[in-house]
């Protein structure tokens, strides 16, 4: 009686497995569909404006003839971007080093993480709004519009997601390494700097990615700080041209050739992030091996 009993719960196992296997393959191919379609369509539109003038050219606000291209916005994303990561990605390892090693359980560190949770949830345009108010307005660093100001909204919008994803990481490196290097006689200092961080980095990377990603496809912050200018230029102080921008003024053009050099660019964009994907896992695999 025990065997058919035993029996016919491993078989009722068995078919709720099934079961919740198929759901699960459901579901993610039902998740799979519209990022599919959205890749094809990217492709289809965004193939059709590239071209070596495409990457090569500046837009040059022709109504009538050729448009340019985007040299300027890839060279402008990828300036205000890098800014905005030299600042988030520094500044949000160190806090999440002390909310982990210093911090921890402390009531500071409560609401360092209270704030961190809040800063997580604002809307991009607050950013934008808060640095055009403090900044732009009041024409602080002799200018109004500056690429400086859209790299310093990007970083706080970057900021919490590197501090909670590098907290995350950090708490998964095992306490088994700390103790034996304080054991040794190590500083506290020290353990962090050839312990914990070099544990952690492959993980501290991939969660800087996800905030670059984030910041690199971000409008609203940029039209209240940045504006927009057409020209290449190397100066943080002035106003300079992003992908985002372009794609958001190119798309609502009437004329259908500068709409296709707005699918160009979202598809541009999609591909800066992409390689930077590619980079970072190569960087972490790198690590780990090493």
Same mark, same amino acid.
């Given at each position: 009686m025990n065997g058919v009993t035993l029996h016919g719960i491993s078989a009722r196992r068995r078919r709720t497995d099934k079961v919740m296997r198929a759901s699960l393959f459901a579901a993610t191919l039902i998740a799979l569909v519209p990022l599919v379609l959205i890749i094809y369509y990217l492709l289809y539109k965004g193939l059709k404006a590239w071209s070596g003038s495409f990457f090569t050219t500046d837009p040059n606000g022709n109504f009538f003839g050729n448009p340019g291209g985007v040299r300027s916005a890839i060279f402008g994303t990828l300036e205000i971007v890098g800014l905005a990561t030299l600042i988030a990605v520094p500044i949000g390892i160190c806090v999440a080093l002390y909310l982990t090693e210093y911090g921890k359980d402390g009531p500071f560190a409560s609401v360092v993480r209270y704030f961190v949770d809040v800063m997580? /949830?604002?809307? $991009?345009?607050? %950013? /934008?709004? %808060?640095?055009?108010?403090v900044l732009v307005i009041s024409h602080a660093g002799g200018t109004g519009f500056a690429a400086w100001k859209g790299s310093l909204a990007l970083s706080l919008l970057m900021l919490p997601i590197v501090i909670r994803s590098a907290e995350v990481v950090l708490l998964l490196v095992p306490d $088994?390494?700390?103790e034996a290097?304080?054991?040794? /006689?190590?500083?506290r200092w020290r353990v962090v700097t050839r312990v914990v961080l070099p544990t952690a980095t492959p993980g501290l990377v991939t969660g800087s990615l996800l905030a670059i990603s984030r910041g690199m496809?971000?409008?609203?912050?940029?039209? %209240?700080t940045v504006s927009l200018a057409f020209g290449l230029t190397?100066?943080?102080?002035?106003? &300079?041209n992003s992908l985002p921008l372009q794609i958001f003024t190119d798309i609502t053009n009437p004329r259908s050739v500068i709409v296709t050099r707005a699918w160009g660019a979202a598809l541009t964009l999609v591909a800066l992030v992409l390689i930077l994907n590619l980079v970072a896992r190569a960087v972490s695999r790198r690590s780990? &091996?090493?």
């Open positions: 997580t /949830g604002v809307p $991009s345009i607050v %950013f /934008g709004l %808060f640095i055009y108010i $088994s390494l700390r290097a304080l054991a040794l /006689g190590a500083p496809g971000e409008t609203a912050p940029l039209l %209240f190397g100066n943080l102080n002035a106003q &300079m780990r &091996m090493a």
